[in-house]
């Protein structure tokens, strides 16, 4: 009689779950007991766990690279693959072979053989099966990553997880893995991640926090914390009654801290309350704090992954800004007081209240109330109140205020604008830079140039050609889409929602109406809580805004919205994407929009979606005039969901899919061939995240696994997928070219309009080696 086998009652056989779920976040395939595969012998020393296959590498001809090809009259196996595998070591012989730039990832790029075998589970390791493909060799890398993040030290993986539909994959990524490490919070469990500051220059580590004046209980709760938690170092600053003052902004350079934003009491499990952070969804990258239009996006893409409530309270963050900053900042540190930056709160708000739950009505409309009076003060505060209103116009214009060199920059960005200003005091760049900073040195031009450049800033497109050394006085297309949906959201929320009429409940100065400069020069304002609002008042500013665009940006020669120079009187031809932005906010009218996209679009079209401008626009680049970020050849999120959402709003439905397409199309191939990169921007005529316009590029420094993604890419992925049919979204996880997708009669010109030139290369490879050699040669001529 054979003698029975026992085994430690801890261990679980992959033959006794009928139902293992595969493609689930890693918490869920990571975090449960391990799995073991049963023996065939009884002399098996496999059965808890030991696996020789990570370390077997089968011989042919004294080379391990060598296999035979696969066929597609192969015999498949009847069950799923499944592998035992050792965690640490494998990740040793992968990176090992593999990852032959030393960069701790598999890409297209690396000279490795790009093939490994693994030890299958039903063999207990000894029978091997070859991992082939950058692709299948990166996601290994990836699960191993996850693997040793739960503590494993062996795990059985299921092949299907390295052979993932690389669309479902990524979207998994986002939902269930990016926006998490993308959450923060500003209260005593978060203040230790919230407070890092990539953008601090002044050597401080220890975090500092300012809160409002009118929070003493927040300020307390501050105080308490660091009473608490003495080794966090934490300096709590109470801020002024007026903190956007810019001497006392400027005087904050030295002591950069991160803004208190809104809290929720709760229980504190004692029997009495304290306050908790609301989280949030920061950029990424460099960018950890919260975000005004990056926020925007990155609501649309939690909303379609269903975090209704991470937008809502994003949304709650803006509203205490609003009230206790003046505006909502640029960014959530001090250094962004003064600064604000595309508004997008009314859509924002309308979008996440159309998806509350129902159940709570009388909390929805009250909470949407709290939005829309923040926006109408945010509107007559900010946006329509001089200095960036032009009365002249009734154009608005981003034109913040500030003194001084803007501190978050990196120390060396002005340093060819301040040479000269430094040669003519007799003085180093460092010393003039701050004699200027404070006060001692007067310099006119200089004071010019920096109003531009914070103008710039506010605009969130930094830095670009179209705006330089005159940002501040330009009536953009873009601010005046926004500030038309704006006043059309408003009036829609007071008509539909609150009964055609809303008492507002802070008192704040009325901006004149209709806009002329006879109104805005005479001192008296009515006040906010002097009468009630109207839709009838709302949809009224809409229709003049309408009208100053047709007048002053739009050119019907040229089929195209340009913006307006309100000091030089006439419109700047820079050809912008941003055009397409009158579709998003419904202000064009048919004709206009008719003449937008079958006469102007081409410009902008390339083969991985809209570039942000023209290349004849950009002009000609040099070691003199570099590139910069938000100009051709780049492209970026936001510029594609506004142009995909206002192309349907007008119906054209197809043109959206197809720019949809085109962009996730260009993200996925970066994600199949680049270990899972989900990066800030792209060049989207060389299909290539390795940029090297000023900044470089975000969210592409990790090890082994890609943790955030960044912010507003991963929102346009996903509002990007919901425009694809079953189809499309096929063809992109097979990574079918546009060019292939659309078929050789597509007419767009992939060069960006330019006329022309030779065609583009798609191979991501030889994308990946021209721009990998055009950073080398850029990095050597700097």
């Not at 809209?610 to 050849?633: A, C, F, H, M």
Request: hydrophobic residues 35%; negative net charge.
């Amino acid at each position: 009689m054979a003698p029975s086998v026992t085994h430690p009652p801890t261990v679980s056989f992959l033959e006794d779950v009928e139902h293992r779920q595969v493609h689930v976040d890693a918490s869920t395939y990571y975090g449960g007991g391990e799995y073991f595969s049963r023996s065939r012998t009884y002399s098996s020393s496999q059965l808890t766990g030991y696996n020789p296959g990570p370390t077997r590498r089968t011989v042919i001809d004294e080379n391990p690279h060598h296999r035979a090809r696969r066929f597609s009259h192969d015999v498949k196996p009847s069950a799923p693959r499944r592998f035992l595998v050792d965690v640490e070591e494998t990740i040793r012989v992968v990176l090992e072979q593999e990852d032959t730039d030393g960069d701790f990832q598999i890409s297209v790029t690396d000279a490795g053989p790009k093939m490994m075998s693994l030890g299958t589970a039903t063999s207990n390791g000894f029978k091997t099966f070859d991992i082939r493909g950058t692709y299948m060799l990166s996601n290994l890398l990836q699960e191993l990553a996850l693997a040793r993040d739960h503590g494993r030290k062996r795990i059985v993986l299921d092949e299907a997880r390295l052979t993932e539909n690389p669309v479902d994959r990524l979207s998994r990524m986002i939902k269930y893995s990016f926006w998490h490490s993308l959450t923060r919070r500003i209260d005593g469990d978060g203040l230790e991640i919230i407070c890092a500051d990539p953008k601090n220059r002044t050597g401080r580590v220890n975090p500092r926090i300012y809160v409002p004046h009118a929070e003493p209980k927040m300020a307390e709760y501050y105080r308490q914390v660091a009473r608490e938690k003495p080794h966090l170092n934490l300096d709590v600053q109470v801020l002024p009654p007026k903190p956007d003052d810019p001497a006392y902004v400027k005087s904050l350079n030295d002591k950069p801290g991160i803004l208190a934003l809104a809290m929720d009491e709760v229980d504190d499990g004692k029997g009495g309350k304290t306050l908790k952070g609301i989280p949030f969804i920061v950029p990424g990258a460099r960018f950890n704090e919260l975000y005004n239009w990056d926020s925007y996006f990155i609501s649309l893409g939690l909303l379609v992954d269903g975090q209704v409530q991470m937008a809502k309270g994003m949304v709650d963050h803006f509203i205490f800004e609003i009230k206790h900053y003046g505006k909502i900042l640029n960014g959530s540190r001090s250094y962004y007081l003064c600064r604000t930056q595309p508004p997008f709160l009314t859509d924002m708000a309308l979008q996440i209240y159309n998806q509350l739950d129902r159940t709570n009505e009388a909390a929805n409309r009250l909470w949407l109330k709290s939005a829309i009076q923040a926006a109408i003060k945010e509107y007559h505060t900010v946006w329509v109140a001089e200095p960036r209103m032009d009365p002249k116009t009734g154009l608005s214009r981003f034109r913040p205020d500030g003194l001084g060199i803007p501190p978050e920059t990196e120390a060396s960005h002005f340093t060819h604008i301040l040479e000269p200003f430094a040669e003519k005091h007799g003085l180093s760049v460092l010393e003039f830079s701050e004699k200027y900073n404070n006060g001692d040195l007067k310099e006119p031009q200089l004071d010019e140039y920096f109003l531009h450049d914070r103008a710039v800033r506010e605009s969130g497109h930094d830095t670009t050609y179209r705006f330089e050394k005159r940002c501040a006085n330009l009536g953009t297309v873009d601010l005046q889409a926004l500030l038309y949906k704006y006043e059309v959201d408003i009036g829609t929320a007071i008509r539909e929602v609150f009964d055609d009429e809303l008492l507002l409940e802070e008192d704040f100065p009325l901006q004149p109406f209709p806009p002329t400069v006879e109104s805005y020069n005479h001192p008296k304002r009515q006040s906010s809580i002097a009468r009630a609002q109207t839709s009838a008042e709302w949809f009224k500013r809409a229709e003049i805004r309408r009208q100053t665009i047709d007048k002053y940006l739009w050119n019907d020669a040229k089929n195209l919205y340009f913006d307006y120079d309100t000091v030089q009187e006439k419109q700047i031809l820079y050809e912008s994407v941003t055009a397409l932005w009158m579709l998003w906010a419904g202000c064009a009218g048919e004709e206009q929009a008719w003449k937008l996209v079958d006469k102007s679009m081409q410009k902008f079209e390339v083969l991985g979606g809209l570039v942000s401008g023209t290349e004849e626009s950009r002009g000609k680049i040099s070691l003199d005039r570099p590139n910069r970020q938000w100009d051709y050849p780049y492209a970026w999120p936001p510029h594609q969901i506004m142009a995909w959402v206002g192309l349907e709003r007008y119906g054209y439905l197809e043109d959206a899919q197809r720019l949809a397409y085109r962009f996730l199309y260009m993200m996925t191939t970066a994600f199949v061939d680049f270990n899972g990169v989900v990066p800030e921007k792209f060049d989207a005529v060389k299909l290539s995240h390795l940029v090297d316009a000023e900044y470089g590029n975000q969210g592409i420094d990790f090890k082994m696994i890609p943790r955030e993604g960044f912010g507003w890419m991963n929102a346009a992925y996903q509002v990007g997928l919901s425009f694809l049919t079953t189809h499309m979204r096929r063809a992109v996880a097979a990574c079918t070219s546009p060019e292939v997708f659309f078929g050789a009669g597509n007419a767009v010109d992939l060069t960006g309009g330019q006329g022309a030139r030779a065609n583009v290369a798609t191979d991501p490879l030889g994308l990946a080696m021209d721009a990998m050699e055009a950073l080398t040669i850029s990095a050597s001529s700097g």
